[in-house]
């Protein structure tokens, strides 16, 4: 009989003692949470429109690039980026802010949905690169700073003019 008083009394201080953990614990709602001095830290982040596509990728390593309706099937040939990607509304990219992991170099860029038309690279060692050109690259403007010399280049078809200031 004591055997079963003391079960029951702990099985009421179990129930009891879970009552009390939990009604001292609160579930704030989100909407309240302030995180104005947090920092989250996280690998990467992803941005979907109301139909599930990816709009919007930060990351350290970026996924390999897409190119036919939103599949990853492209290459970077082996270079990790990390940054911030864009997609439209197919989920295709079509630009980014991103350093790589071989060079350091960093560069945006602006895509079409077949190819890059302009990409503006700033390399560790101070060398400044502007391109803007169509998708094919046969008609471009290329402009180039470094401590030895600033160049621009204009390409129309098969012609090319370059322009050189030496120090």
């Known amino acids: 009989m004591k055997t079963k008083i003391l079960y029951a009394l702990s099985v009421f201080n179990a129930i ?3 009552f009390l953990i939990f009604s001292f614990t609160s579930k704030d709602d989100l909407s309240t949470l302030n995180f104005e001095d947090k920092i989250i830290k996280v690998r990467g982040v992803v941005v979907v ?3 599930g596509v990816e709009r919007v990728i930060m990351g350290a390593n970026l996924p390999e690039p897409n190119n036919i309706r939103g599949n990853r099937k492209g290459s970077r040939n082996g ?3 990390s940054g911030v990607m864009l997609y439209d509304s197919d989920g295709e990219e079509r630009g980014g802010y991103v350093t790589d992991d071989e060079y350091g170099n960093a560069f945006l860029t602006l895509d079409s949905k077949t190819g890059m038309n302009f990409m503006a690279l700033a390399s560790p060692n101070g ?9 094919r690259g046969n008609n471009k403007i290329v402009f180039k700073a470094s401590e030895e010399e600033s160049t621009i280049e204009i390409t129309n078809g098969t012609k090319k003019k370059t322009i050189k200031n030496e120090n």
């Open 16 to 18: 009891v003692l879970s």
């Open 49 to 51: 429109d109301s139909l």
């Open 79 to 81: 270079q990790q980026i």
């Open 127 to 135: 060398e400044g690169y502007v391109r803007l050109n169509d998708d």
